[in-house]
């Protein structure tokens, strides 16, 4: 049973960064693509970034395309999301899964294992 734990969040000012890690313990990370999705009180969840398990592919939602970005080391078992330029728009519940499917993307029903997640909150 893979389970994964985000942390890196906080509280941060707008134009900020922050560096998001999910780690992962009971299994590899070697084998799974990785989703990074959000949710701020009051909204769906929505998908914000995903890694392919090789990390040679990699998509982000237009909302922070540019600013943030996803990286892997399977070494130490561990997908990172840093993100730039944060605005207050970003703040929510981060969340990242495992898919064994490489082109599970955004598609929430295709991702096997989640975590409990970690908040983000862009104020002054």
């Known amino acids: 049973q893979l389970l994964l734990v985000e942390s890196g969040g906080g509280l941060v000012q707008p134009g900020g960064s922050l560096r998001l890690s999910c780690a992962a313990s009971?299994?590899?990370?070697?084998?799974?693509?990785i989703g990074w999705f959000r949710q701020a009180p009051g909204k769906e969840r929505e998908g914000v970034s995903f890694?392919?398990?090789?990390?040679?592919?990699?998509n982000y939602a237009d909302s922070v395309k540019g600013r943030f970005t996803s990286s892997r080391d399977n070494a130490k078992n561990t997908v990172y999301l840093q993100m730039n330029s944060l605005k207050p728009e970003d703040s929510a519940v981060y969340y990242c899964?495992?898919?064994?499917?490489?082109?599970?993307?955004?598609?929430?029903?295709?991702?096997?294992?989640w975590g409990r997640g970690t908040q983000v909150t862009v104020s002054s």
């Open positions: 899964a495992a898919s064994n499917y490489n082109g599970a993307y955004y598609w929430t029903d295709l991702y096997d294992y």
């Open positions: 009971g299994g590899t990370l070697d084998y799974y693509a």
């Open positions: 890694i392919s398990s090789s990390g040679h592919n990699t």
